[in-house]
């Protein structure tokens, strides 16, 4: 029983690590074919737009779906579709074709996570989720070094085109794994098949009630959420910060990148030691405090050295922030309502990001870069220190 146990953790884990590394290959090229084809860096700006709009498209239904139906397989089918549509895209001439496709496979993407989300969160017991979501920290870590590692050699042995087909791969490879694992136990699947508009409205009020009964619990959700889109904001303005204030070369940029991977790796690896000691509340605000103090030492940083010790420990502290808050949620969120409160939180948290994306990249073309950095890098300091506050303050646990 325990070695079965092991067994479908291990094609869970390495179905997201495979499913991470495509990604990363399908970022890179996906980016290059667009800035080959077009010559702007608008256009490849836009791509960063999409997600963020395919996830306001999905979130306010495709939870629905997701707490109705086997998210098993529901995992397989998006990873077939992703697949099926990243092998299209080397045919297509028109820019707004691709454009296209690439809504698609977002669309796609923003109901796989809260489905592989609820999928973990049902097959494993309560007692063991904070050391999974540490195993699981590790394994997007090195997605991260792995993926555009491999995106660069297959640039250099092939093409783009290939790189694309290589990613189709790894889709399949994870739908497979995926098809592997066993079939969670819903709590209840009696209402799957009457999916209707009245069926999408009525789970809104779910979730609007479920949030006025767990309001300290939102707060907190809110808070963390707003430090991790800052993060977002802050990094649009990474290459323009690194070349104008930095003058960094392609090269020494590309190391900086490099020293990131290490502080993911390096703070998996004890966020894996951590979690038998710090409850999932302190590994979520030692976690953020310590990402925010990363980016004002990055932000206020003059030199390569000062900025790569900065990218270190932010990097390092995404790990615990992240594998902190994910426990947390799991234990205060219902499993049976998790996809729907977890896709209308995501589509509020995806609006904001993509209003604070386009902030940051007005007032970076208004004023300088670096004092943009250091403002939103202090402000990401004081939300870190509030959301610190509200966990003592509303006593959770």
Not at 150 to 171: C, D, H, P, Y
Request: net charge neutral; hydrophobic share 55%; aromatic share 14%.
């Amino acid at each position: 029983m325990e070695l079965s146990k092991w067994k479908f953790r291990a094609y869970y884990l390495s179905a997201v690590g495979i499913a991470n590394i495509g990604g990363w290959i399908y970022l890179l090229a996906i980016n290059l074919m667009i800035f080959n084809t077009t010559g702007s860096a608008l256009a490849v700006a836009v791509l960063y737009m999409i997600k963020p709009f395919a996830f306001m498209l999905m979130g306010f239904w495709s939870g629905s779906v997701i707490d109705r139906v086997s998210t098993k397989h529901l995992m397989i089918v998006l990873d077939v579709v992703r697949a099926s549509l990243i092998l299209f895209i080397p045919f297509l001439d028109s820019i707004w074709g691709i454009y296209a496709v690439v809504m698609i496979i977002q669309m796609a993407g923003a109901m796989f996570g809260p489905a592989s989300f609820t999928y973990m969160t049902l097959l494993l017991p309560e007692d063991e989720r904070k050391q999974f979501n540490a195993m699981l920290s590790f394994v997007h870590s090195g997605a991260f070094i792995l993926g555009p590692a491999l995106a660069g050699i297959l640039f250099m042995l092939g093409s783009l085109e290939m790189a694309l087909f290589v990613n189709t791969g790894t889709f399949l490879l994870s739908a497979g794994l995926i098809y592997l694992l066993p079939r969670q136990n819903r709590i209840d699947l009696s209402d799957s098949t009457n999916f209707t508009w009245g069926t999408i409205v009525q789970d809104w009020h779910l979730v609007w009630k479920f949030s006025k009964m767990a309001f300290p619990f939102v707060v907190v959700y809110m808070v963390f959420q707003v430090v991790m889109l800052l993060t977002a904001a802050l990094d649009s303005t990474e290459v323009a910060f690194a070349k104008e204030v930095l003058h960094l070369t392609d090269a020494a940029y590309g190391s900086l990148v490099s020293v990131a991977g290490i502080g993911f790796l390096v703070g998996a690896f004890c966020t894996n030691l951590l979690v038998k000691f710090m409850s999932a509340k302190h590994l979520m605000c030692s976690g953020t405090i310590l990402v925010s103090t990363g980016y004002v030492i990055y932000s206020f940083s003059m030199n390569y050295l000062m900025a790569s010790s900065g990218f270190f420990i932010l990097c390092f502290a995404l790990a615990l922030a992240n594998t902190g808050f994910t426990t947390y949620i799991q234990e205060n969120i219902p499993i049976d309502m998790m996809g729907r409160i977890s896709s209308l939180y995501g589509m509020v948290i995806y609006s904001l990001q993509l209003l604070a994306v386009l902030i940051f990249g007005i007032a970076a073309h208004s004023f300088s870069v670096q004092a943009v950095v250091i403002g939103g890098s202090l402000f990401m300091l004081i939300i870190s220190l509030f959301l610190i506050v509200s966990v003592n303050r509303l006593a959770l646990p």
